[in-house]
């Protein structure tokens, strides 16, 4: 059973920083993706940004392209999100999560079979 856990959610003013990680249990698989959603108090679960073993490169979402940035320390099984520049519409629960049955890059969040508990953002103006 994979397992993830979400840390470094809080409370920050309009420009400022977070970082997000992401502790996973170890994987079952080699090929897989993962990733970042979020979401706000009465809307769907949104993707932010995600990454595949099989594709070079990320997906990030234009909602926080040039802000967010996401990267993986194999080393210590762990997946972060670098949230710079952030802005009130930012708030939401954030939440990893990991596709197992494959490695090539997918977005949605129906794709994703295991998922952590999520972290609250919260950006005041």
């Known amino acids: 059973q994979v397992q993830l856990q979400e840390s470094g959610g809080g409370s920050v003013q309009a420009g400022g920083s977070l970082i997000l990680a992401c502790r996973y249990s170890e994987l079952p698989v080699t090929r897989y993706c993962m990733g970042w959603f979020r979401q706000a108090p009465g809307k769907k679960r949104e993707r932010v940004a995600m990454?595949?073993?099989?594709?070079?490169?990320?997906y990030v979402d234009d909602s926080v392209k040039g802000r967010f940035i996401i990267s993986q320390d194999n080393a210590k099984n762990t997946m972060y999100l670098q949230m710079n520049s952030l802005r009130p519409e930012d708030t939401a629960v954030y939440y990893c999560?990991?596709?197992?049955?494959?490695?090539?890059?997918?977005?949605?969040?129906?794709?994703?079979?295991?998922w952590g508990q999520g972290t609250q953002v919260t950006v005041s103006s």
């Open positions: 999560a990991v596709r197992t049955e494959s490695g090539y890059l997918y977005t949605f969040p129906d794709f994703f079979q295991h």
């Open positions: 990454f595949a073993t099989d594709e070079s490169g990320t």
